[in-house]
Every structure is written in C-alpha cells, then in structure tokens.
C-alpha cells in the first residue's frame, strides 16, 4: 500500500460497502422517511439531529473487566518497583531490599549508588537490590516492555485460529502464575545473597510472565467488545421524554473507558508494592501481587457460560492475505509512481469481492463475501493508523523509568520515589468518569462530533506537553542539586544518604497527569479503534497489532539506551515533545478526509450477508 493513506483512497474504500451503504455515503438517504441501513428504524435525519447515547453495560462485560484488573495489579504490582530493584544495591544491613534503619526510611527508596561494573554491592543507600545501575536497569525494563507487547501478536494468532479467546485466557492465566512465582522466589534472601543469579531469574520470569501476560492482553479487550452482540441503531424515549439514539459506537466507547480505568485501578497496586518493598523486602512486594492473580482463572471460571465468544477460524489470516494478494495482482510496476496510482484506483478491492465473478469463472478459494473485503480493506486502514502510535508511546515510557530516576533526585519527605508513578493511573481514574458522563456527553449535544481520529490527535499534542513539562523541571533540578553535576539522583552527603535537590517531590506530578489524560484521548481510543475496525474474527490479532506499537516504541527507545542517561534528561525530554507534536501534525493531516468517512466505515459489515460458503451466520455464539 502507498505510505499516503488518504490521496484518493476513500473512493476505493467506499466501494467495499454495500449499495445501501454507499447510497448513505452519497447522501441517497437524505429524505427523513428514509431509514438508514444496518439500524432499527433510524433516520439519517434523526441520526444528525438526536443526542446519541450508550445502552447498558451487561453483567459479563463486568466480569472481563475485573479480570483485566486483576491482571494488571498483578502486572504494575511487580513492574513498576523494577526500577529500582534492579538499579540500587541491598540498603545497610538487609538481606531482602527493606531499610532495615528506621531513621532513613524518611528517604523512600531512591537507591542511588550502583554498585561497580560488575555489579558488586556495597555502601549505603535506601532500598534496591541488584546495584545494576540506571541503563542496565533501564536496559531490562525496556526490553520487559517490549517482550510484554510482542507476545500478543502470538496471543491474537492462536485464539483467532486455534482456541478462541476464552481458553487462550484462561491458559495464558497460568503459564502468567507460573512466572510470578518464579519472581518470588528470585527476589528471596538467599537468591539476594547472589545478585548475578538473583538476575537470571528476575530475567526468567519476565519471559514467562510476559508470553502469559501478552497472550492475555492481546485477547481481554476484544472479549470485552464481544459482550456487547447488539450492532445496530435505535431509538428509544428517556424518562424525559427526550428521544435518544442507542448507539453502539458510543457504547463502546463509554465501555473502554471504563475497561482503561480498570486497568488503573489495577495499578494503583504499586503503591502496596513500593512501601512493601521499603518495609518488607521485594520478595513480600512480589508475593502479594501473585497471590492477587488466582482471581483471574476464579472469574473465567465462574462467567464461562454466558460470555458471548466467537469461534475461531483457521483460514482467517490465510484469507485475509488472500483477499490482498487477489487485489493487487497485476497492479505491481517497476515504476513505483504506477504502483502507487493501481493501488490508489476506485476499483483496487473489485476483484477480490465474489460479486466480481460469474459462477463459472469464479475462483475456488475465494469462499468469503463482498462485506469481508470490504472488513479487510477497512483493517489496512486501521493499522495505518495505529502505525503512528509508537511516539506516543515512546513518550508514555518516560513516566515508567526516567521520572522515577527524576524524583530521586528531588526531595522525598516520606514518599517512595517509584510512588509517584502511581499519579498516572489516579488521573486516569479521576477523569475518565468525567469525560464519559460530562465531556464527550457534553461535546455531542453541542453537536460536536469529536472521532477517533481527532481524539488520537489531542492526545499526542498533550503527551508532547508533558514532556515539555518534564523537560523544564530537570533543568531547574540540575540547577538546585548540591552536587551540581547533572546527576543529583546520585548525589549523596558524607555519610553516603541521599542529598536531593529542595524541590518537593510532588511537582513532578506535572507529567504524570498530563501523560494520563493522553492516554484518555488516545491510547483508549486506539483499543476502541481497533476493534470496530477489525473483522470479526480478526479482533484479537488487529488489538495485537495496536499493542505490538508499544514493543516498536520499547525497540526504539532501547536503541536510545546511551541517551537515556540522568545528565541528558533535559534534552531527550524536549526531543521527544517535539516529535510528539510533529507526529500529532502529520497523523491529522494524513487521516483527515479518512475522519470524514467514520460513519461510513462503521456500516461495513453490518447489513444482512452471505458469510463464509461453508457456515451460517451468524458468526457469533453465545458460551463456550
């Protein structure tokens, strides 16, 4: 496909649909007694003219919800004290990465001496473990994220063509327990007592924990969508005796937000792992988390029955390509201008589509039907989109690891310094109820119509201000360190304690809730994406592809590994706002004509179909 994808291809997109569909995108149905397809007697009028609103959120929904958030403790719970677990060695006198001295425990745990090259541990300092210093530390939680973020391309694979998602869940639960139990018992004393190994089985269990947690990640948030089996429009008169439009899109957008804010919610187990950590040990920090995660395979279990799955089917990705390869042949030139115009041409889907052919000369292995194409071309359009998210992302892991680094080097007054991670997740608790009953509410009935392609692009102009904010904050922090050498984290007093810069550590709260209400515009908004763009059968494996934008991100920002040093925070800060904003910039202007084709694009499919040659539809089961 060319890299533009825009310039004319609307007009080949648009022939994906049905004629009722395409009589919609013509304005056919202007007439207020006409009804719009794929809807329960709407109007196009009423469609424009009535507030649209979100139906109710059925009982299984909630149950992949508490799953997610289970999960996520579980994953946040152990994560997000990586840091310095890995970065600073065992305080005075502990043998489990407590501060064991009362008086001290005032200085949180901003560990700030790294041990030697060959990552001996020695001196003082609060709490750590394995002295590794900041980039290796930042070298392996990279690569976690990373890890954690390819696995779900597996995920999606398996459970769109082997084992559907319900059991691809519930397998992955264990094998994400096994690792856990692992990290326990890497983080126990006598494993402390020898870092190099307690380091080979911190990396053992982030490769079990992340094929487990990947397999999961890739396959809740559809499963999720699954719940909700209507698709249609209507209408129905509130207590007001206002008449509302039911939209599924709108439903579905409301049940991500809340589905992110579980997530959250689940983060918020940080902040238990962190004094547990400082008070405990890091063997009790991972313990408590790994217990919490029996709740994922008890709720599977006990909702197997109603939740709503679609079976899997081997030849979908197989069919998918087919359908690409069927178009494009003979549309291929050794001059890439031509290439680009056959591609670009109104005509590019025609012949992959069933309708294209007569019984006698139609292919045998073209088993689909027109609204399939139809679904595949939408898909492309959807993962050109999501293409641009691993800036946004790049961006998002500086709360993860930097900042952290940041508030070491700051004024703690009693508060861990990987604490303070924990703002992102309480913004997004906080607002996302405000923007799902106040903000977009708000906007629609003002007749505003912000898509997802506008609220992608806010988000990457807000985490570009963050990093603007993080930028200007470490260089007053340079400024105010006693050590005044650009790496007050490590600046230390004569008896080798912390000796941070005057500035309280809360006023780095800055980009944590800004990074937050980015995530609400955009990171929620491409999970949302994701799956209404997706065939039906293709849902888990085009969520994993938005999520594998995280591992390009985590891939890019490893390479950035020599960068991303405490002295040259300032810098990379700034690079990454601006890279933000040209990213946000150059998103909108690509994908503007493809936003004016929203509604366009969330009719494909829905209308009455043939399927596959070899089934019925629907494709939808309800249960196991």
């Not at 501060?99 to 030697?116: E, K, L, M, Q, W």
């Not at 993962?383 to 508030?407: E, H, K, M, R």
Request: hydrophobic share 45%.
């Amino acid at each position: 496909m060319a890299n533009d994808p825009t310039d004319k291809q609307m007009p080949a997109l648009a022939k994906l649909a049905t004629l009722e569909e395409k009589k919609m995108a013509d304005g056919d149905y202007a007439s207020s007694e006409e009804y719009l397809p794929g809807s329960d007697g709407v109007t196009l009028h009423e469609f424009k003219t009535l507030r649209h609103v979100s139906d109710r959120h059925p009982y299984h929904a909630w149950l992949v919800v508490i799953v997610e958030f289970a999960e996520r403790w579980t994953y946040y719970g152990t994560t997000n004290v990586f840091s310095n677990y890995i970065r600073a060695g065992l305080p005075p006198g502990s043998t489990t990465g407590a501060v064991v001295d009362p008086a001290h425990r005032a200085d949180g745990v901003a560990g700030t001496y790294f041990g030697s090259d060959a990552g001996l541990l020695s001196q003082h300092q609060p709490t750590g473990a394995l002295g590794m210093g900041q980039q290796k530390s930042f070298a392996i939680r990279t690569f976690n994220t990373f890890w954690v973020y390819f696995t779900p391309i597996i995920g999606g694979i398996i459970a769109d063509t082997m084992l559907g998602r319900y059991k691809t869940i519930m397998l992955s639960s264990f094998i994400c327990l096994a690792g856990h139990i692992i990290l326990v018992g890497s983080a126990s004393p006598p494993s402390l007592a020898h870092p190099q190994g307690a380091l080979g089985g911190l990396i053992v269990s982030i490769l079990i924990m992340g094929l487990g947690a990947g397999f999961i990640k890739s396959n809740v948030s559809p499963m999720l969508g699954e719940q909700y089996s209507f698709s249609r429009l209507r209408k129905e008169t509130l207590d007001t005796g206002e008449v509302v439009i039911i939209s599924p899109n709108v439903t579905l957008q409301s049940a991500y937000m809340y589905y992110y804010a579980a997530i959250n919610f689940g983060a918020l187990g940080a902040i238990s792992a962190s004094f547990l950590a400082r008070d405990h040990g890091y063997w009790a920090a991972y313990l408590v988390p790994t217990c919490l995660f029996l709740i994922v395979p008890i709720v599977l279990a006990v909702g197997k029955k109603g939740y709503v799955t679609t079976p899997p089917r081997g030849s979908v990705l197989l069919d998918c390509l087919r359908v690409i390869k069927m178009a494009s042949k003979g549309r291929w030139s050794i001059n890439p201008a031509r290439t680009y115009r056959n591609f670009k041409a109104p005509d590019f889907w025609d012949s992959a589509k069933p309708s294209y052919y007569t019984d006698a000369d139609r292919p045998a292995k073209l088993h689909w039907d027109d609204e399939f194409v139809g679904e595949v071309g939408r898909t492309i359009q959807a993962c050109l989109v999501l293409l641009y998210f691993p800036i946004f992302w790049l961006c998002y892991s500086q709360i993860d690891g930097n900042l952290a680094t940041v508030a070491a080097g700051m004024r703690l007054d009693g508060s861990p310094n990987d604490l303070i991670q924990n703002l992102n997740p309480l913004t997004l608790i906080i607002f996302i109820p405000i923007f799902d009953k106040l903000i977009y509410p708000g906007m629609r009935k003002l007749g505003w119509n912000f898509t997802p392609i506008k609220r992608i692009f806010v988000g990457f102009l807000t985490v570009g201000l963050a990093m603007v904010y993080a930028a200007v904050l470490q260089h007053f922090i340079y400024a105010k360190s006693p050590c005044h050498d650009n790496l007050p984290s490590e600046c230390e007093t004569l008896e080798e304690y912390p000796n941070p810069a005057p500035i309280n550590v809360w006023v780095v709260s800055g980009p944590y809730i800004l990074v937050g209400i980015a995530e609400i515009f955009a990171s929620i908004t491409s999970l949302e994406y994701a799956f209404t763009k997706a065939p039906k059968r293709m849902k888990s494996v085009v969520t994993a592809f938005a999520q594998f934008q995280s591992a390009l991100s985590a891939a890019l920002n490893f390479a950035l590994t020599s960068l991303n040093v405490e002295n040259r925070f300032t810098w990379l800060f700034g690079s990454f706002a601006v890279a933000a904003w040209i990213t946000g910039f150059v998103f909108f202007w690509s994908f503007f004509k493809l936003d004016q084709q929203e509604a366009e694009l969330n009719q494909i499919g829905l209308g009455e179909r043939r399927g596959y040659d070899d089934e019925k539809p629907p494709v939808i089961e309800t249960g196991a």
